[in-house]
């Protein structure tokens, strides 16, 4: 039911930044939420999450460099993406870890320039 979309990809030289929304079609506050990645010819991975209580966690290849965070009150989380490396280059997807299954966005594309 609930619907998630990506935006904020685009491209960016390296060392710089970048901000992705995503927006979700109902309410957010009851869900964990992600952020994934998935490069050309490699499995999806995980780059951060947050807890429904504002806990996160990064994937190692991101930690010190990207924040999560969520507003609540606007269904949306965010991730920053600063010291931006060309490794970053990959579609960035949203997640929230909705029952019975979790729910994706469609993904939005970074590309990250040398």
């Known amino acids: 039911q609930v619907q998630l979309v990506e935006s904020g990809g685009g491209l960016v030289q390296a060392g710089g930044s970048l901000r992705l929304s995503c927006v979700a079609s109902?309410?957010?506050?009851?869900?964990?939420m992600g952020w994934y990645r998935q490069a050309p010819g490699k499995q999806r991975e995980l780059v951060a999450t947050?807890?429904?209580?504002?806990?996160?966690n990064y994937g190692d290849s991101v930690k010190g460099r990207f924040t999560i965070s969520r507003d609540n009150a606007k269904n949306t989380v965010y991730l920053q993406m600063n010291s931006m490396k060309p490794e970053d280059t990959a579609v960035y997807y949203c997640?929230?870890?909705?029952?019975?299954?979790?729910?994706w966005g469609q993904g939005t594309q970074v590309t990250v320039s040398s």
């Open positions: 109902g309410s957010i506050s009851l869900n964990d």
């Open positions: 997640n929230a870890a909705s029952w019975p299954t979790p729910t």
């Open positions: 947050i807890t429904v209580t504002g806990g996160r």
